[in-house]
């Protein structure tokens, strides 16, 4: 079972930021937080991960709070491409089934003009 | 390529019929997973390769699914017997490491329709 929560839809205006809530209350030490997207008919693409400290990258920011129970991505001026389903995982560290990726069913993101 | 390649892109099997899906990893990548992804829903793990080894297929939802990556790279999924709850999006994953602090891309993946 997916260890995250995220709600099922969220609606965005174009070229505002987009901030994706996600619960991952029972993460453990050496687990990290995943962020992927998928657009329609498209394989996930990565966005950004983290484990405990705050990341950024050219597609978006990665906010962790400080006990990791919980995160937030952030786009930070959402287009229209940005219209995907998003995905919060958390992955383990130590690799083999430990590091799979264990999809739930993500946010829906719609960004309208 | 720079990405994960899979091939077929699509494809229609009769009811009965044995299928085969190829994934073409980017190159250099130990680890690989198999995808299982049904209309509306997020993908499903099916297996998990670290190079030629299958270290994990949990994922896979009978005996008639079976993976291989014989040399450590190319990776066959095969159907036996198809039947149309099969039918899905098939996404196929590599990454560096097995490891949690490297990122998995994804490849296309294969639509398989039961008929």
């Known amino acids: 079972d997916a260890k995250t929560t995220q709600p099922t839809s969220m609606d965005c205006a174009e070229g505002r930021a987009a901030n994706l809530p996600c619960n991952h209350s029972?993460?453990?030490?050496?687990?990290?937080v995943y962020w992927y997207r998928q657009i329609h008919s498209q394989g996930p693409q990565y966005i950004i991960h983290?484990?405990?400290n705050n990341e950024t990258n050219e597609m978006a920011s990665l906010i962790i709070t400080e006990d990791r129970k919980s995160s937030t991505l952030i786009l930070p001026h959402a287009t229209l491409r940005d219209t995907a389903v998003y995905y919060c995982?958390?992955?383990?560290?130590?690799?083999?089934?430990?590091?799979?990726?264990?999809f739930g069913k993500g946010t829906k993101l719609s960004v309208k003009p | 390529g720079a990405g994960v390649s899979q091939s077929p892109r699509y494809k229609v099997a009769k009811r009965g019929q044995d299928v085969a899906l190829r994934c073409d990893p980017i190159?250099?990548?130990?680890?690989l997973f198999w995808y299982q992804q049904a209309l509306g829903q997020g993908p499903e793990f099916l297996t998990y390769?670290?190079?030629?080894?299958?270290?994990?297929k949990s994922g896979l939802p009978s005996d008639r699914f079976f993976a291989e990556r014989p040399e450590g790279s190319v990776s066959t999924l095969k159907i036996q017997r198809t039947q149309q709850e099969d039918s899905a999006v098939y996404l196929c994953?590599?990454?560096?490491?097995?490891?949690?602090?490297?990122?998995?891309?994804f490849g296309q993946g294969t639509r398989l329709t039961v008929v």
């Open positions: 994953a590599s990454s560096l490491r097995g490891t949690g602090g490297t990122e998995a891309f």
């Open positions: 029972t993460i453990s030490g050496n687990e990290y």
């Open positions: 983290g484990l405990k």
């Open positions: 995982i958390v992955r383990g560290y130590y690799g083999g089934s430990q590091g799979n990726l264990i």
């Open positions: 190159s250099g990548h130990v680890s």
């Open positions: 390769f670290q190079n030629e080894a299958q270290l994990d």
